[in-house]
Protein backbone atom coordinates (compact mmCIF):
# COMPACT_ATOMS: atom_id res chain seq x y z
CA UNK A 1 0.00 0.00 0.00
CA UNK A 2 1.34 3.48 -0.74
CA UNK A 3 3.10 5.19 2.00
CA UNK A 4 0.11 8.76 1.58
CA UNK A 5 -2.37 5.70 1.40
CA UNK A 6 -1.37 4.37 5.04
CA UNK A 7 -1.12 7.66 6.46
CA UNK A 8 -4.31 9.04 5.54
CA UNK A 9 -5.53 5.64 6.52
CA UNK A 10 -4.36 6.14 10.13
CA UNK A 11 -4.95 9.43 10.70
CA UNK A 12 -8.15 8.79 9.74
CA UNK A 13 -8.89 5.90 12.35
CA UNK A 14 -7.82 7.98 14.82
CA UNK A 15 -10.57 10.63 14.56
CA UNK A 16 -13.64 10.47 16.63
CA UNK A 17 -17.02 11.66 15.71
CA UNK A 18 -19.05 12.86 18.49
CA UNK A 19 -21.14 15.74 19.86
CA UNK A 20 -19.56 18.91 20.56
CA UNK A 21 -21.27 20.41 23.94
CA UNK A 22 -18.71 22.19 26.25
CA UNK A 23 -17.86 25.83 26.49
CA UNK A 24 -14.40 24.56 25.51
CA UNK A 25 -15.54 22.55 22.68
CA UNK A 26 -17.36 25.47 21.21
CA UNK A 27 -14.74 28.11 21.42
CA UNK A 28 -12.72 25.82 19.33
CA UNK A 29 -15.30 25.52 16.94
CA UNK A 30 -15.30 29.54 16.93
CA UNK A 31 -11.26 29.39 16.50
CA UNK A 32 -11.47 26.51 13.55
CA UNK A 33 -13.53 29.01 11.59
CA UNK A 34 -11.02 31.46 11.69
CA UNK A 35 -8.55 29.06 10.55
CA UNK A 36 -10.52 27.45 7.67
CA UNK A 37 -11.92 30.51 6.20
CA UNK A 38 -9.75 32.97 7.02
CA UNK A 39 -13.17 35.24 7.71
CA UNK A 40 -12.97 38.74 9.65
CA UNK A 41 -15.14 37.78 13.06
CA UNK A 42 -18.48 39.57 12.41
CA UNK A 43 -18.75 36.58 9.33
CA UNK A 44 -18.22 33.61 12.10
CA UNK A 45 -20.79 31.75 13.57
CA UNK A 46 -20.04 32.61 17.41
CA UNK A 47 -20.58 30.30 20.83
CA UNK A 48 -24.13 31.85 21.46
CA UNK A 49 -25.09 30.82 18.03
CA UNK A 50 -23.78 27.32 18.39
CA UNK A 51 -25.58 27.03 21.89
CA UNK A 52 -28.51 28.12 21.37
CA UNK A 53 -28.93 26.13 18.00
CA UNK A 54 -28.49 22.56 20.20
CA UNK A 55 -31.28 23.97 22.66
CA UNK A 56 -33.75 24.39 19.53
CA UNK A 57 -33.02 20.89 18.09
CA UNK A 58 -30.37 21.12 16.29
CA UNK A 59 -26.47 19.83 16.89
CA UNK A 60 -22.89 20.18 16.37
CA UNK A 61 -20.64 16.85 15.36
CA UNK A 62 -16.74 17.28 16.25
CA UNK A 63 -14.18 15.03 14.70
CA UNK A 64 -11.93 15.15 17.68
CA UNK A 65 -8.29 13.86 18.02
CA UNK A 66 -7.95 12.50 21.35
CA UNK A 67 -9.49 16.18 23.21
CA UNK A 68 -8.06 17.85 19.80
CA UNK A 69 -10.81 19.33 17.75
CA UNK A 70 -9.94 19.04 14.08
CA UNK A 71 -13.11 19.40 12.19
CA UNK A 72 -17.12 20.30 12.60
CA UNK A 73 -20.21 20.16 11.10
CA UNK A 74 -22.81 22.47 12.43
CA UNK A 75 -26.57 21.14 12.07
CA UNK A 76 -30.18 23.10 12.51
CA UNK A 77 -33.51 22.09 12.64
CA UNK A 78 -35.41 23.42 9.25
CA UNK A 79 -39.02 23.21 7.25
CA UNK A 80 -39.57 22.31 3.75
CA UNK A 81 -42.71 22.92 1.99
CA UNK A 82 -44.42 24.46 5.28
CA UNK A 83 -45.07 20.78 6.93
CA UNK A 84 -41.73 19.02 6.44
CA UNK A 85 -38.90 18.83 9.45
CA UNK A 86 -35.63 18.95 7.51
CA UNK A 87 -32.30 19.51 8.34
CA UNK A 88 -29.89 22.17 7.40
CA UNK A 89 -25.97 22.17 7.48
CA UNK A 90 -24.85 25.46 8.22
CA UNK A 91 -21.75 24.77 9.05
CA UNK A 92 -18.48 22.33 8.08
CA UNK A 93 -15.07 23.39 9.11
CA UNK A 94 -11.60 20.73 8.93
CA UNK A 95 -8.19 22.53 10.25
CA UNK A 96 -6.03 22.91 7.76
CA UNK A 97 -3.38 20.28 8.77
CA UNK A 98 -6.23 17.89 8.48
CA UNK A 99 -8.02 18.04 4.91
CA UNK A 100 -7.79 16.04 2.24
CA UNK A 101 -7.27 12.72 5.13
CA UNK A 102 -11.31 12.15 4.81
CA UNK A 103 -12.35 13.92 7.56
CA UNK A 104 -14.80 15.92 5.93
CA UNK A 105 -16.41 12.71 4.62
CA UNK A 106 -16.72 11.16 8.01
CA UNK A 107 -18.20 14.44 9.47
CA UNK A 108 -20.99 14.20 6.39
CA UNK A 109 -21.98 10.84 6.69
CA UNK A 110 -21.99 10.91 10.20
CA UNK A 111 -24.68 13.98 10.00
CA UNK A 112 -26.79 11.48 7.81
CA UNK A 113 -26.96 9.09 10.43
CA UNK A 114 -27.86 10.69 12.94
CA UNK A 115 -30.71 12.70 11.00
CA UNK A 116 -31.83 9.63 9.60
CA UNK A 117 -31.96 8.42 13.39
CA UNK A 118 -34.16 11.64 14.80
CA UNK A 119 -36.40 10.40 11.10
CA UNK A 120 -35.44 12.84 8.87
CA UNK A 121 -34.97 12.29 5.30
CA UNK A 122 -33.63 15.25 3.58
CA UNK A 123 -30.72 17.40 4.63
CA UNK A 124 -30.05 21.37 2.53
CA UNK A 125 -26.97 23.98 2.54
CA UNK A 126 -25.27 25.62 0.34
CA UNK A 127 -22.06 26.22 -1.43
CA UNK A 128 -20.19 28.78 -3.76
CA UNK A 129 -20.45 27.55 -7.38
CA UNK A 130 -16.88 28.63 -8.71
CA UNK A 131 -15.33 26.00 -5.87
CA UNK A 132 -14.47 22.91 -7.85
CA UNK A 133 -13.05 20.66 -4.73
CA UNK A 134 -16.60 21.57 -2.85
CA UNK A 135 -18.77 20.46 -6.47
CA UNK A 136 -17.16 17.56 -6.85
CA UNK A 137 -16.99 16.64 -3.14
CA UNK A 138 -20.88 17.28 -2.59
CA UNK A 139 -22.10 16.02 -6.09
CA UNK A 140 -19.53 13.23 -7.00
CA UNK A 141 -18.42 12.08 -3.09
CA UNK A 142 -22.37 12.26 -1.49
CA UNK A 143 -24.62 12.04 -4.50
CA UNK A 144 -26.30 15.72 -3.91
CA UNK A 145 -28.96 16.96 -6.04
CA UNK A 146 -28.93 20.99 -6.92
CA UNK A 147 -31.90 22.71 -8.22
CA UNK A 148 -31.90 26.37 -7.25
CA UNK A 149 -29.44 29.02 -7.68
CA UNK A 150 -29.30 31.78 -4.64
CA UNK A 151 -27.85 35.21 -6.26
CA UNK A 152 -25.24 37.12 -4.01
CA UNK A 153 -26.91 34.55 -0.75
CA UNK A 154 -24.62 36.63 1.94
CA UNK A 155 -23.73 40.15 0.03
CA UNK A 156 -20.53 40.62 -0.88
CA UNK A 157 -17.98 37.99 -0.26
CA UNK A 158 -14.61 37.70 1.50
CA UNK A 159 -11.86 36.07 -0.02
CA UNK A 160 -10.02 33.11 2.18
CA UNK A 161 -7.10 31.72 -0.12
CA UNK A 162 -4.16 31.71 2.56
CA UNK A 163 -2.72 35.03 2.58
CA UNK A 164 -5.79 37.02 1.71
CA UNK A 165 -7.85 36.28 4.85
CA UNK A 166 -10.32 38.73 5.44
CA UNK A 167 -9.92 40.44 2.33
CA UNK A 168 -13.10 41.66 0.15
CA UNK A 169 -12.93 41.66 -3.54
CA UNK A 170 -16.19 42.91 -4.22
CA UNK A 171 -17.67 39.41 -5.58
CA UNK A 172 -21.27 38.17 -5.05
CA UNK A 173 -21.57 35.52 -2.86
CA UNK A 174 -23.99 33.56 -5.26
CA UNK A 175 -24.44 29.68 -3.89
CA UNK A 176 -26.25 26.57 -5.11
CA UNK A 177 -28.39 24.79 -2.94
CA UNK A 178 -27.74 21.76 -2.27
CA UNK A 179 -30.24 18.90 -1.47
CA UNK A 180 -29.59 15.80 0.27
CA UNK A 181 -31.93 12.79 -0.06
CA UNK A 182 -30.48 10.85 2.51
CA UNK A 183 -32.18 7.64 1.47
CA UNK A 184 -31.99 8.15 -2.36
CA UNK A 185 -30.57 4.92 -3.60
CA UNK A 186 -27.56 7.65 -5.26
CA UNK A 187 -26.78 8.28 -1.60
CA UNK A 188 -26.70 4.93 -0.08
CA UNK A 189 -24.63 4.04 -2.79
CA UNK A 190 -22.26 6.71 -2.22
CA UNK A 191 -22.57 5.98 1.62
CA UNK A 192 -21.13 2.36 0.35
CA UNK A 193 -18.67 3.03 -2.17
CA UNK A 194 -17.33 6.75 -1.53
CA UNK A 195 -18.30 7.99 -4.89
CA UNK A 196 -21.59 8.45 -6.68
CA UNK A 197 -22.85 5.91 -9.43
CA UNK A 198 -22.24 6.47 -13.26
CA UNK A 199 -25.17 7.86 -14.85
CA UNK A 200 -27.30 5.85 -17.35
CA UNK A 201 -27.91 9.00 -19.77
CA UNK A 202 -25.54 11.72 -21.42
CA UNK A 203 -25.66 15.06 -19.72
CA UNK A 204 -28.19 17.31 -21.25
CA UNK A 205 -26.24 20.53 -20.67
CA UNK A 206 -22.54 21.82 -18.83
CA UNK A 207 -21.69 24.48 -16.89
CA UNK A 208 -17.92 25.20 -17.02
CA UNK A 209 -16.13 27.01 -13.83
CA UNK A 210 -12.47 28.32 -14.27
CA UNK A 211 -10.04 25.85 -12.80
CA UNK A 212 -8.52 28.26 -9.94
CA UNK A 213 -11.38 30.36 -8.99
CA UNK A 214 -9.36 31.76 -5.51
CA UNK A 215 -6.12 32.95 -7.99
CA UNK A 216 -8.60 34.42 -10.32
CA UNK A 217 -10.20 36.43 -7.68
CA UNK A 218 -6.48 37.86 -6.63
CA UNK A 219 -5.30 38.27 -9.62
CA UNK A 220 -8.14 39.63 -11.84
CA UNK A 221 -11.61 40.81 -9.79
CA UNK A 222 -13.39 42.24 -12.49
CA UNK A 223 -12.69 39.05 -14.82
CA UNK A 224 -13.93 36.76 -12.00
CA UNK A 225 -16.98 39.08 -11.63
CA UNK A 226 -17.53 38.69 -15.22
CA UNK A 227 -17.36 34.85 -15.02
CA UNK A 228 -19.79 34.40 -12.07
CA UNK A 229 -22.13 36.37 -13.94
CA UNK A 230 -21.13 33.93 -16.74
CA UNK A 231 -22.36 30.91 -14.89
CA UNK A 232 -24.88 32.67 -12.93
CA UNK A 233 -26.60 33.37 -16.08
CA UNK A 234 -26.19 29.31 -17.23
CA UNK A 235 -27.25 27.97 -14.13
CA UNK A 236 -30.77 29.56 -14.16
CA UNK A 237 -30.66 29.20 -17.76
CA UNK A 238 -30.42 25.15 -17.09
CA UNK A 239 -32.69 25.11 -13.83
CA UNK A 240 -35.70 27.20 -15.92
CA UNK A 241 -35.11 24.36 -18.86
CA UNK A 242 -36.17 21.97 -15.97
CA UNK A 243 -32.62 20.32 -15.52
CA UNK A 244 -31.22 19.02 -12.38
CA UNK A 245 -27.51 19.49 -11.71
CA UNK A 246 -26.32 15.99 -10.40
CA UNK A 247 -22.40 15.62 -11.19
CA UNK A 248 -19.48 17.49 -11.95
CA UNK A 249 -16.38 16.91 -14.15
CA UNK A 250 -13.27 17.29 -12.90
CA UNK A 251 -10.60 18.62 -15.02
CA UNK A 252 -7.23 20.90 -14.53
CA UNK A 253 -8.48 23.42 -17.27
CA UNK A 254 -12.20 22.91 -17.77
CA UNK A 255 -14.32 21.39 -14.80
CA UNK A 256 -17.69 21.83 -15.59
CA UNK A 257 -21.17 20.88 -13.69
CA UNK A 258 -23.07 18.29 -15.39
CA UNK A 259 -26.96 18.52 -15.96
CA UNK A 260 -29.61 15.77 -16.15
CA UNK A 261 -33.13 15.78 -16.99
CA UNK A 262 -35.57 14.73 -14.29
CA UNK A 263 -37.91 11.88 -14.46
Known amino acids: MPTDTVRRADETSAVTIREVT ?14 AFGLEDLELSPRRHLIVSRSAGGWTLGAFVGDELVGF ?12 IIGYSHMMAVAQTRQNL ?9 QRERTLAEGRRFIKWTWDPLRARNAHFNLNRLGVVVRSYAVNFYGTDYESAPGDAGQQHGIDSDRLAAGWELDSPR ?23 PPDWSALMHEDPQAAQKELLRVRTEFQQAFAAGLACAGFERSKTEPRYLFFVER
Open 22 to 35: TIEEYDACVQLQRE
Open 73 to 84: VHHLVAVRGGEE
Open 102 to 110: GVGARLKWA
Open 187 to 209: VEECARTGQAPPFAAEPAASVAI
